[in-house]
């Protein structure tokens, strides 16, 4: 039996095409959130800023033709969220969960208020650039169609790396995010950074939130996002507060979430339901198996309000 | 402190009496003479599929004299639907109310028919039991898999490999049905022709439709159809790839300018104007009323580029026969696991069918 015609190649194909299309949102919302939550803060409004971010870039990419614009666009939406987000908690006694939740609810209604009119007409999309023309496969072809914003999110994430091993800027955020007194002590505008990285963590989201409605599935409506935004905030505890990480949890997730349809393309069809959560199973497993309670905690933020 | 929350609670009291003593009279006196009908939707008026089918069919009635529509939607299936529909009769003075999605009958609209004796409430599923619910509810449905089955004899008549790829929500009877239909037309004109499935999990969930639209393409599908809430990803997932598609619950003619062959569609309009007519003459609203194309309550999509001649012939026959009322189901039917299922002709409205629970043979997938 030739390799590309057997069912096992075409389901590794499909993980690959899956890990590639579907984590870029996950990947961005991720690693904005990783640096939200290394200054000490939970933001669990992104999914607000995923869903905002997708109906704003799918309406700026209407209107002006100019996709690029769109992403742009989807950013700004984020700050805007993220700065409201950042300004809120660094009132006395405002708990940052409870605001995120707030902001979920606050991002995803004005998406929906303001996103009526572009549910029906086309938009610009993205470009993909096709890296598979080499192999010869039409799968594998299709599989390796990639968007840009996919190798910006892997860029970012590495850069954020860095970023915190590296630069100086990164220690302070690293330090606010462990020991606010410590950071004080430094003479950090400890609200400041938070505030500064909450909005830079909402311009990620909302970036990941233009991949939605301009890539990958590719236009708007309200079901879009169906909770991908926040589970990509719980993908950073699992990553435990690394951007590499990050960008393999995303991959991991991506990649699991195509094997529920490749296997009943492959005619594997009985327990659907059961593929279908193979992102969520394997997530758990990988989360109960990797837990080594004293070492998570060490990488742990020690500001975060959940570790406090 | 006391004090203010007094002041607070009073000013909500008696605002409350003032919006209630305005609104009711009112709503009553209304009521009277005119058709004041409330439609409460789950998703946007504009999704390409299910509501939007409902909305449009609104529209159509909203321009007859002496009704007012009422609309609101996004409303889900949790007492968010029963909060509406109250408001709705309280304060706006419906006098009938629709409820369109599936999860609104048991428990919210059969609580609310008990409450409000004077309204007449009808549901968009086959549900309502004469036995076992209050007189003023109902139900109604469109057989949309007799559209389904033109779709199935288009397809088939326009797919090179004879092999059509299905995207499902979830195994209930309806699907199903929707799903062997396509399967029915589809052999009708080709024999050896099969529908391979793929079912999501739930009504809407975009990302894991296009993974699915993809996966049946590259399982060597060249015609795409489904059944899900929002049918715009799979159209045009399947237009991307340059395979051809089939519509479901409204029109995506649009969508689709290369690939598109036909689609089933609701026609809602023909019950709607049956309950304002009913309305208008002093007339009991029936209880159940359902079709299919032998009373004009679907209608297939005009065909798109995606159509070959042969096609459109053949599906105009079928509707012409289906208009004469000429079964879909005519046993001996075995479903994929080789047990007979069906063994006589079937008519298209048996209730039997509505508690469909097989795939027939010749669909690649499972219902576990």
């Given at each position: ?81 993220g700065l409201i987000h950042g300004t809120l908690c660094s009132l006395p006694r405002v708990n940052d969960i409870a605001v995120g939740i707030a902001m979920m609810a606050f991002g995803t209604g004005l998406a929906f208020y303001f996103g009526r009119p572009y549910i029906q007409p086309p938009a610009p999309l993205l ?42 800027w990164g220690l302070i955020v690293r330090t606010t995010g462990d020991s606010a007194p410590a950071a004080k002590a430094m003479g950090v505008n400890v609200d400041l950074v938070r505030i500064l990285a909450t909005a830079s963590g909402g311009f990620l989201a909302g970036v990941g939130g233009s991949f939605l409605s ?95 | ?368």
């Amino acid at each position: 039996m030739d390799l590309t015609d057997s069912a096992l190649f075409t389901v590794l194909v499909a993980m690959l095409g899956g890990a590639i299309r579907v984590s870029t949102p996950f990947l961005f919302v991720a690693v904005g959130e990783c640096l939200t939550e290394k200054s000490g803060r939970i933001n669990l409004g992104l999914e607000g800023n995923l869903v905002l971010g997708a109906m704003v870039a799918y309406a700026t990419s209407f209107h002006t033709g100019e996709p690029w614009l769109g992403v742009l666009a989807a950013g700004v939406s984020g700050i805007f969220l993220g700065l409201i987000h950042g300004t809120l908690c660094s009132l006395p006694r405002v708990n940052d969960i409870a605001v995120g939740i707030a902001m979920m609810a606050f991002g995803t209604g004005l998406a929906f208020y303001f996103g009526r009119p572009y549910i029906q007409p086309p938009a610009p999309l993205l470009p993909s650039i096709p890296l598979g023309n080499w192999t010869g496969i039409p799968s594998l072809q299709r599989a390796l169609e990639i968007n840009p914003l996919f190798f910006v999110g892997i860029a970012v994430a590495l850069l954020m790396s860095w970023f915190f091993r590296s630069t100086r800027w990164g220690l302070i955020v690293r330090t606010t995010g462990d020991s606010a007194p410590a950071a004080k002590a430094m003479g950090v505008n400890v609200d400041l950074v938070r505030i500064l990285a909450t909005a830079s963590g909402g311009f990620l989201a909302g970036v990941g939130g233009s991949f939605l409605s301009l890539y990958y599935p590719g236009s708007w409506n309200e079901g879009l996002s169906s909770g991908q935004g926040l589970m990509a905030v719980a993908l950073v505890i699992f990553a435990r507060w690394d951007p590499i990480r990050c960008i393999w949890a995303a991959f991991l997730f991506g990649a699991a979430g195509a094997i529920g349809p490749a296997f009943q393309a492959i005619g594997i069809t009985q327990g659907f339901y059961f593929f279908n959560a193979a992102p969520y199973i394997l997530t758990l497993f990988i989360l109960a198996s990797s837990a080594r309670s004293r070492s998570s905690a060490r990488e742990a933020p020690g500001e975060l309000s959940i570790v406090k | 402190m006391v004090r203010t929350r007094f002041s607070r609670r009073s000013l909500l009291q008696t605002s409350a009496a003032g919006v209630a003593a305005a609104a009711l009279p009112f709503g009553r006196a209304r009521a009277q003479a005119d058709l004041v009908i409330g439609a409460v939707y789950v998703g946007s008026k504009v999704d390409f599929g299910w509501n939007q089918a409902h909305a449009v069919a609104m529209d159509v009635i909203r321009n007859v004299p002496g009704v007012t529509v009422l609309e609101e939607e996004n409303v889900p299936e949790t007492d968010a639907v029963a909060q509406s529909m109250e408001s709705m009769i309280q304060l706006d003075g419906a006098n009938v109310i629709l409820g369109t999605s599936f999860g609104y009958f048991d428990p919210f609209m059969i609580d609310l028919a008990n409450r409000f004796p004077d309204v007449q409430f009808r549901h968009a599923a086959p549900l309502w039991d004469a036995a076992r619910h209050p007189a003023n509810l109902g139900s109604y449905f469109c057989y949309l898999n007799q559209a389904h089955y033109v779709n199935g004899v288009a397809a088939g008549l326009s797919s090179p490999t004879g092999r059509i790829g299905f995207v499902a929500a979830k195994p209930i009877p309806t699907v199903l049905s929707n799903i062997n239909s396509v399967l029915l037309g589809a052999r009708s004109v080709n024999p050896e022709a099969t529908v391979q499935l793929i079912f999501t999990g739930d009504w809407s969930l975009p990302v894991r439709e296009a993974e699915a639209a993809n996966a049946l393409v590259d399982a060597g599908c060249d015609v795409l159809t489904c059944h899900v809430d929002g049918p715009r990803v799979v159209i045009e997932t399947a237009e991307r790839r340059g395979v051809r598609s089939c519509g479901h619950n409204a029109s995506q003619y649009e969508l689709a300018p290369n690939g598109f062959i036909t689609g089933a569609e609701y026609k809602w309009e023909t019950i709607y104007r049956l309950y304002a007519d009913a309305f208008a003459a002093g007339e009991a609203l029936p209880n159940v009323v359902v079709g299919g194309y032998h009373n004009d309550m679907v209608q297939n999509t005009p065909y798109g580029a995606g159509a070959t001649e042969a096609a459109r012939q053949a599906a105009d026959e079928a509707i012409a026969a289906l208009r004469n009322n000429e079964p879909i189901y005519v046993g001996p039917l075995y479903d994929n696991r080789g047990n007979l299922v069906i063994d006589r002709p079937m008519d298209n409205l048996d209730p039997e069918l509505d508690g469909m629970n097989f795939l027939l043979d010749g669909v690649i997938g499972s219902i576990t």
